[in-house]
Structure formats: C-alpha cells, structure tokens
C-alpha cells in the first residue's frame, strides 16, 4: 500500500510539474520512451523547480526501494549463515550472488541515471543506460536461473560440443 501511494504521490508531483512548462520547437523525444529528462530538454521555460521535484523524488524512490532491499539481503545472509551445512550455505550463496549481481547492476545504472544533473547527462548515453534497467536487467534473472538447471546446462554442453556442420553442406548453403 505504501508502494502503491507513494507511486501515486510521486507521479502526481512530476506530472504536475511537467504539465505545468512550456513546450517550443520541435516536439520530438530523442528517447525509447517518455521519460522526464527528454521533456525537460524540450521546454522553453525555466526548470529548476521541476528538476529539483525530479531530483529528489529520485532520491527519495531509489534510496527508500534500495534500504528495503538491503534489509532482506541482510535476513537472507543471516538466514544463511545460520545453515547447519556448508554445501547448503555455499548453494544458497551461489543462488544469491547471482541474482545480487542483477539487483546491483539495475541499481547502479538507475541510480547512476536519475540522481544526476540534467546537464551532466547526454541523450546517447540516457538511452543506452534505459536500455539496460528496462531490458537487460529484467532479462538476466530468467537466463540466470535457467542456466542454473542441469538439465539446460546438460542441452547447453550437448549442443556447444555437437560436430560441425561439414564443409559440403557449408559450401552449399553459400553457393
């Protein structure tokens, strides 16, 4: 529910304040999506109170999600090293690296991206670094723990390790 409201609060505040600027020129997003940064290079008037509204909602969202995520990576760890077993602690900790590895790309690319100043960032990169929190890393998770099934690494061994394809059928399909 706090999620949920604070989501509201935030988006409230940034859309009133978008709304509120002027547009001029060509109205065209250099961006994958409508996110603030491009409708904020777009405006004709001053956006210091709208960057500042951006800012620290940032802030305050990344910062607040990422303190929520500690805390359970800090009751899994404990969890953890409570484990009778060292095969279980090393198996539980192997799972949690690499899912820890994705959280802490998505973070520090997020983080990296929206707790900046607007005229530090160039479009390029606010477009490749997009790409990477809204694609890449929610890809990760599903290909991570796929690969962590033997019988996909089995297929994966089996396939990487087939013969070749012979030259004749090579030569054939290029000619």
């Not at 802490?104 to 900046?116: A, H, T, W």
């Amino acid at each position: 529910l706090s999620s949920w409201l604070g989501g509201l609060l935030v988006s409230v505040a940034k859309t009133s304040c978008i709304a509120s600027l002027s547009y001029c020129g060509p109205n065209v997003l250099n961006h994958f999506f409508c996110d603030i940064s491009p409708l904020l290079n777009l405006s004709c008037t001053h956006v210091a109170l709208t960057e500042l509204v951006d800012f620290i909602s940032a802030i305050v969202i990344l910062c607040g999600s990422l303190l929520v995520a500690l805390a359970s990576y800090v009751a899994i760890g404990r969890a953890v090293l409570h484990m009778p077993s060292a095969v279980t602690r090393c198996r539980a900790l192997s799972t949690c690296a690499s899912h820890l590895v994705v959280v802490g790309i998505f973070y520090g690319v997020v983080l990296f991206m929206y707790s900046r100043p607007r005229l530090i960032g160039s479009t390029d990169l606010n477009k490749v670094l997009s790409v990477i929190y809204t694609v890449v890393t929610p890809m990760c998770s599903p290909v991570i723990y796929c690969l962590r099934n033997r019988e996909v690494q089995a297929v994966l061994q089996k396939t990487l390790h087939s013969p070749r394809v012979s030259s004749a059928t090579t030569h054939f399909a290029c000619s």
